[in-house]
């Protein structure tokens, strides 16, 4: 498959964005959950969706899907330093639960798992509409052991919903190595369940938009749903001031020379796409653009009591 | 006008929110050619099953009520059927999340989800667990309980309409239990209780069969001369505070009927409402009527010991007007 150089520069600068926001972010929070290592895997499946497509992110990669649907970076930081002026008012965490009106669905009480349910109901709505939307439900190995995700692959495939699972697959649950939280390989569980499974290196952007691309067109054309796993792997911490003493430094170690940006930079540079001045300018131009959203939300107002529930609990009927 | 049992109202009110918007659709498990468990989806599947609008689903509550609440995050408005309230163990994190949505938006996001879940002694001597207290404590779910055909009617185009996460629960007991007149044009809102029946001695707040039960007692007590008001809260979340606190303005007494277990139900929300807001109206203590802290027995005879009745319900009245 022949990429436009268009495309293949958004996929850059996508994952130059998703560092971006590891060093801004990270640096000011230490429970940022890092990123560091899959981006890839976060660019090649976010990238380039329709309007109505719903997605429903793994956490570690929340803000870069809502980013690449259109969300207002300076709003998602502050929704990130919980100000007034973010999409949930400064009442949820932006960096685990996406705006819903860029069709992000969230991490809402924190359990993962029941996602993947809701994704598949956006598929259903998107099926009941015939409009040709999709859904993307993304899970992390250790997710894989839910069994919404079960349940939801099951009755994707037994409705014939127009959904793409992706297994963001680092091998690592919180301290919980592959080894020790999934059993078998996650892919061949679409064998299992009579829908397409493949595995694909999830340090190799084209590869999963590839995947992706496939799997979304089968979504699309109403064939029904796919599985997708990205292997990858977190050479952050759980979370950014992770002690992280419970791993194998060597194995991060080589890890870290398997980086995806850096293999996507030589094949850019190796096609003569775009040169290292080039993709330097970028992630220089991506990193102050970040720092500057970053910096502006910071001086953004923080809510106060009459900011707590002016609207009460529940939704009302529109006027 | 038309005469229903429970059931068809139910149904009816189904069958009228699907003839008016399209987003309205209907899911569970065996609901579709089967009608559902008790019939609570007779006749849907023939109209509407070619629409692709009734969807039978495998046994997964916790993922079709999660695709409920998703198509209902994209605009649809599903009517899930999670066949019984024991169930509502594995939607807990749904109602969870559904509940919050609206408010961790900033406001954007709606859920116009219905739940549906039989519960109650009934015919069949299962699956009679009350739960629908656990909810209590989640903001943004409203808990709906009709005791009569009529309310069933109202209160569910009310709750396929509602913005908000519905459970709807719908008693075994009333089910099939006779008919009533059900005008299709009333409209019952959602958080507005009713007086069931007006008296002057004593308040009697209850919902679903205890209502039932709650005015019987109440045409036995009228016998010895006591006026007992029965206050029937056909949404149990949220409570209707305004008519709770008049009608204790006017009695001074408050029993509370529950079918919940005593620790944790929802009446207990009604009795810390007087008591903090109405405790200047009381002549004497609340007395509350539930049954104990066990396990919904199965024996016809357990059951009957087990459950608040109209005998007790009027022994409590009369102990309420003793002090």
Redesign the interface.
């Known amino acids: 498959m022949t990429r436009s150089n268009q495309v293949l520069q958004e996929l850059y600068h996508l994952m130059s964005l998703t560092r971006a926001l590891d060093k801004v972010l990270g640096e000011h929070d230490g429970h940022w959950h890092g990123l560091e290592g899959e981006e890839a895997t976060i660019a090649g499946v976010y990238h380039g969706h329709r309007p109505g497509d ?1 997605f ?1 992110p793994h956490y570690r990669g929340m803000v870069s899907a809502a980013l690449a649907k259109g969300a207002d970076l300076r709003t998602v930081m502050a929704g990130c330093l919980g100000r007034n002026t ?4 400064g ?2 965490r932006s960096d685990i ?1 996406g ?3 860029f069709g992000l ?2 991490l ?2 924190g ?1 993962l ?2 996602p ?13 509409n015939a409009n040709g939307d999709i ?1 993307i439900g993304v899970f992390g190995d250790g997710s894989s052991s839910r ?2 995700c079960h ?2 692959m ?2 994707a495939v ?2 014939n919903l127009p959904i793409v699972f992706v297994c963001q697959n680092n091998q690592i649950a919180i301290s919980t190595e592959l080894s020790g939280g999934v059993a078998g390989s996650i892919a061949a569980r679409g064998a299992a369940l009579g829908m397409p499974g493949i595995k694909v290196d999830g340090n190799d952007v084209i590869a999963v938009k590839d995947a992706m691309d496939r799997a979304v067109a089968r979504a699309r054309r109403g064939d029904g749903p796919s599985l997708i796993e990205c292997e990858t792997y977190r050479v952050a911490g759980h979370f950014h001031s992770d002690a992280e003493d419970y791993r194998d430094q060597d194995e991060i170690a080589r890890w870290r020379k398997n980086d995806p940006i850096a293999r996507f930079r030589a094949y850019l540079i190796s096609r003569e796409i775009l040169s290292g001045d080039d993709l330097d300018a970028m992630d220089a131009a991506v990193l102050t653009e970040v720092g500057q959203a970053f910096d502006a939300a910071l001086s953004d107002p923080v809510p106060d009591r009459s900011d707590l ?1 002016p ?1 009460g ?5 529109p006027a | 006008m038309s005469r229903m049992t429970f059931q068809q109202a139910t149904v009816a009110a189904i069958a009228d929110e699907m003839r008016a918007d399209r987003d309205v659709f209907v899911m569970g498990e065996d609901i579709g050619r089967f009608g559902g468990p008790l019939r609570s989806n007779a006749g849907l599947w023939e109209e509407f099953g070619d629409q692709g609008r009734v969807l039978d689903t495998p046994i997964s509550e916790s993922t079709f009520v999660g695709a409920g609440v998703g198509a209902a995050m994209c605009g649809k408005r599903p009517v899930v059927d999670l066949m019984f309230l024991e169930f509502l163990a594995l939607v807990m994190q749904q109602f969870l999340d559904a509940g919050a949505m609206h408010y961790y938006s900033g406001g954007t996001q709606r859920v116009p989800l219905v739940v549906r879940a039989k519960f109650g002694i009934g015919p069949f001597h299962g699956h009679a667990y009350d739960h629908h207290s656990w909810l209590m404590n989640m903001p943004g779910v409203k808990i709906v309980a009709p005791s009569n055909p009529a309310d069933a009617y109202g209160l569910m185009r009310a709750s396929i309409r509602d913005d908000n996460p519905v459970l709807f629960l719908e008693h075994m007991a009333l089910y099939h239990a006779g008919k009533a007149e059900v005008d299709r044009s009333v409209s019952v809102p959602l958080g507005k209780a009713v007086v069931a029946n007006a008296g002057s001695d004593v308040t009697v707040v209850s919902s679903a069969l205890m209502t039932r039960r709650a005015l019987a007692a109440a045409k036995t007590l009228a016998a010895e001369g006591i006026s007992a008001e029965v206050v029937d809260l056909r949404t149990i979340s949220p409570l209707d505070e305004d008519a709770i606190l008049s009608s204790v303005r006017k009695t001074g007494r408050l029993v509370v009927v529950s079918e919940a277990v005593k620790r944790g139900a929802s009446m207990n929300d009604v009795v810390a409402l007087v008591a903090e807001q109405g405790f200047g109206d009381l002549k004497g203590p609340v007395r509350r009527l539930a049954p104990p802290n066990i396990p919904t027995p199965s024996a016809r005879e357990l059951e009957r010991i087990y459950l608040p009745d109209e005998a007790r319900i009027c022994d409590e009245v009369r102990a309420s007007l003793a002090v």
């Open positions: 719903v429903a973010s999409y949930s008012k009442r949820h639960c705006p819903p009106e669905i969230g809402y009480a359990s798992g029941p993947l349910g809701y994704a598949t109901g956006a598929a259903l709505a998107a099926k009941l859904a069994g919404d349940e939801s099951n009755m037994v409705m529930a609207d609990e529940y939704a009302r009927a």
